[in-house]
């Protein structure tokens, strides 16, 4: 199977027979036959053909297609104001992301948002991960970022991820069917706040780090509150979306968050790096200096 920009496990002729005709003929369609009618009904149409295209074209496709379209759309933003460290794209403008919509948030290319380009720029000018040979475990994976990171020669890398087609192996967080201690470094990076049960998943990433190992456990987190914020019998997104700031989030947490990783095993540090980069760099790449990274090791 050849690769291509858009995704290892998907090709370009299968993007091609799949993707681009399928959207465009959906579009078509919904301009053709929504033409002169009411905005209500345009909708109604509009909403039947997305899901004619979500039941019969698989999920891997489509979430190929949608990044070959926002890799070409990407060129009409072409310039200097915006860098993303992620994929090295420079743009006139980023793309506004969120409810509410937060400005310049996503990058018109490999689609990362803010935090994941602190991420990128932690990992690369922080910590020894492209440089030393070591094992590492991505809960579920960003694809740009796993793209780049399977590509480094020293590290053996793992994505898991219950459902997703772009993890290496599919499993439960809950559950790892993995060995004991046998990584070196483990990301997790706005996981914890999906998992109803997330002590019994804080025990299971403790369980399969090295000894000597850390892990980037990030969560939304209010810091001004003691407690976590948490109803597991909420299940409206109305609802979600008022208390946890997600429609599929289960929790915001409090200061409490790091004693439930110490209960789990882990000592807990939090790092401020953010602070320290120099603010044209952080603002040409829309990296908030006032974000918090939350470390786990274990001794």
Known sequence: MSTGPFGDEFNQQTLMDYGFCLIFFLKKLANDATSGIVSSAKEG????????????VPRPQRMAVRRARTYLESYRLLGNRFHCPVCQGDFETFLDYGTPPRKNAQCPRCSVMERHRLLWLYLREKTNLFSVRQRMLDVAPVHAIQKRLRKLPNLDYLSID???????????????????????????YHVLEHIPDDRKAMAELYRVLK??????????????QEKTVEDLTVTSQTERLRLFGNVDHVRIYGRDYFDRLREAGFQVSQDDWAASLDPIIAARQVVRRSDVLFIATRV
């Open 45 to 56: 149409i509009t909403l039947l053909l997305q899901r004619i295209y979500h039941r019969f």
């Open 162 to 188: 219950l459902r997703s087609p772009i993890a290496m192996r599919h499993m439960d967080i809950t559950a790892l069917n993995l060995a004991d201690q046998s990584f070196d470094f483990i990301l997790c």
């Open 211 to 224: 000894p000597g190992g850390w892990a980037l456990l990030q969560v939304p987190a209010d810091l001004n």
